[in-house]
């Protein structure tokens, strides 16, 4: 076991990434795609406070809170589902886990941790995978044991530039949007949100807000509204090809992706976090994006989740049904690649044999190696 950034874990590499996956919460972060190179991509978030010996905050999750982690139940969780409390996203994204191996079989290297969640009863497996010469994660969770119905999800957390407007968002056709349904904070403890309340939207760059002098918020481009910390969701019916999220940093010549099956993972969270809550730890200085990928009604918890709302009374999942003999596998997909001169926002993918092609406004395009095929099997 080795420390990074104040915290204990695990590094996982290959010859084209290098990833540190924390004991506490399982979050992964750092990770350096194209690692062998003189200048690694870095696009995941690290907390700002991290190497200020903060172990005993209320929030568990916020302890070792970096890039990504798998949440169950997903949410705020402050009240229960005939359960009890739950913590804040759960178990999983802050109780310690237990390394189970590590394995190489030939060009693929996995790390597997396991972790037995108490307040609900069951099992996560862990599986992170790497595969030689690709700037590729393949993540998988097992979930065992487990009845009745919970909100899942991974909280895919990207670092974002100073500049404004730098860091822009595209992502496969959705079929509803909505802003957060209930207040995204408390001004009355330092939080500030600019988004409009329980808004529906259709385009990402056509956001209500609750300014009436700028009425109108683009979503699909950050930082931007400093001193605001919103929260929206879309939500996308499954097709034949796997729902995608990318974001594209023109300055540093990245784009980072994600891959989803919407069948398991109906649904995108926008956390966007730009100095907007002044209470201990965040003390106006943090800034970073969620991109969540989830079955969940926003991060209301387990119980809105669970209920009726008006987003499963539209056709999509808020809330995953387990059967207790009957294990459920959740895959995600994550990478981040170089992009040519002229390369801009993504907007479209192309989906071949072993193969994603990112196509940009400007029509540039670029390919990379993925399995994406990892998203309807068991594992690797």
């Known amino acids: 076991m080795e420390v990074n950034n104040s915290q204990n874990g695990w590094w996982l590499l290959s010859d084209t990434v290098r990833l540190f996956i924390t004991e506490k919460g399982g979050h992964m972060a750092p990770v350096e795609f194209d690692a062998d190179s003189d200048n690694p991509i870095q696009p995941y978030y690290i907390s700002p406070w991290q190497n200020e010996g903060l172990n005993d905050l209320k929030d568990p999750v916020l302890v070792p809170l970096r890039g990504d982690f798998f949440c169950l139940p997903f949410g705020n969780n402050m009240e229960g589902c005939n359960e009890g409390e739950f913590l804040t996203h759960g178990e999983a994204a802050s109780s310690r886990w237990e390394l189970e191996g590590c394995d190489a079989d030939g060009v693929i290297k996995t790390l597997r941790l396991g972790l037995k969640t108490r307040i609900q009863a069951g099992k996560i497996i862990k599986k992170i995978s790497l595969v030689e010469g690709q700037n590729v994660v393949y993540s998988s969770h097992l979930l065992e044991g487990y009845s009745g119905k919970m909100p899942l999800g991974h909280h895919c957390t990207l670092r974002v530039p100073k500049e404004e407007a730098s ?87 990245y784009l980072w992706f994600s891959l989803k099956d919407a069948s398991l993972l109906p649904s995108t969270v926008f956390w966007i976090s730009n100095k907007g809550r002044h209470g201990a730890p965040w003390n106006g200085r943090n800034r970073c994006l969620g991109l969540e990928e989830t079955c969940s009604y926003f991060a209301e918890g387990i119980a809105p989740s669970c209920a009726p709302n008006e987003i499963n009374d539209a056709g999509f999942s808020t809330a995953v049904q ?53 998203l309807s099997r068991e594992s690797f």
């Open 167 to 253: 860091l822009k968002v595209s992502v496969s056709e959705f079929d509803l949007g909505m802003t957060n349904p209930v207040p995204f904070g408390d001004p009355r403890k330092g939080e500030f949100q600019s988004l409009a309340i329980k808004e529906k939207f259709t385009d990402l760059n056509e956001v209500a807000t609750l300014d009436p002098v700028q009425p109108i918020a683009d979503c699909s481009a950050f930082p931007q509204r400093e001193g605001f910390t919103d929260l929206l969701q879309i939500f996308k019916k499954s097709g034949e090809s796997p729902a995608w999220t990318t974001a594209t940093c023109q300055k540093e010549g």
């Open 322 to 374: 387990f059967s207790e003999g009957q294990p459920t596998m959740i895959n995600l997909i994550q990478g981040a690649i170089r992009i040519p001169d002229g390369f801009e926002q993504v907007k479209d993918i192309r989906f071949s044999k072993e193969e994603v092609t990112f196509v940009s406004i400007t029509e540039v395009e670029i390919s990379t190696v993925v399995d994406w095929s990892f």
